[in-house]
């Protein structure tokens, strides 16, 4: 597999990562290092350990979750822009409780936008190529795109004022329908 290839992969790949890095930005509001640093290095962690996982993995993994996956990412984006969107409506004292670069909602994010990148570790191997560099590009790539995409998030919360967290719930909703629809057409 070609430089340009991974490349070109690696940017698809991002492209979920990049918009979740948008709606953090956005409900986040003034981001700073550590926010920057927690998002880029999980999700770029992630898009580099899956397809690891998946080349690993192989077909052995690949049956089992070949027919669910979009829904697992469906799912794990639909629970925490509901509670986003859930949390935007409550009082501006617990509004800004919540940051979806720490805890428990950053790794479900981390995972949600990562699935896809299991089926390319796959794909990989099945091609029967090495592995570690692609992973590498792959997890950078995504990292540079989650920097990115706090950067221009922050701007948008300007824009968006106190309603940014709902703004990004329904983000999180629309990338889970968008892998719903690719998967189920494709």
């Known amino acids: 597999m070609d430089i340009l290839s991974v490349i070109l992969i ?27 640093f927690r998002l880029s290095f999980h999700f770029g962690l992630f898009q580099f350990m899956m397809p690891v996982i998946g080349y690993f993995g192989g ?5 089992f979750i ?6 697992i990412a469906a799912g ?29 909602s950053l790794i479900v994010l981390s995972v949600a936008t990562s699935i896809d990148a299991l089926a390319v570790g796959i794909t990989i191997g099945v091609l029967n190529n090495p592995i570690f560099l692609p992973s590498v590009i792959i ?6 795109f989650s920097i990115a995409g706090v950067a221009l998030g922050k701007k948008t919360a300007a824009l968006l004022g106190n309603k940014a967290e ?21």
């Not at 940017?11 to 981001?31: E, N, R």
């Not at 709902?166 to 494709?186: D, N, P, R, S, T």
């Open 10 to 36: 690696a940017v698809a790949l991002a492209m979920d990562a990049f918009s979740v890095s948008i709606s953090a930005g956005a409900v986040i509001g003034s981001p700073g290092f550590r926010h920057y």
């Open 139 to 144: 997890g950078l790539v995504c990292s540079l």
């Open 76 to 104: 794990l984006l639909a629970i925490i822009g509901i509670k986003m969107i859930k949390e935007s409506f409550a009082g501006e004292e617990k509004k800004f409780d919540k940051d979806p670069s720490k805890g428990f």
């Open 166 to 186: 709902a703004f990004g719930g329904v983000m999180l909703l629309i990338i889970g329908i968008k892998i719903l629809v690719e998967h189920l057409a494709g």
């Open 59 to 63: 077909m052995y993994l690949e049956k």
């Open 66 to 71: 070949r027919d669910f996956d979009h829904w």
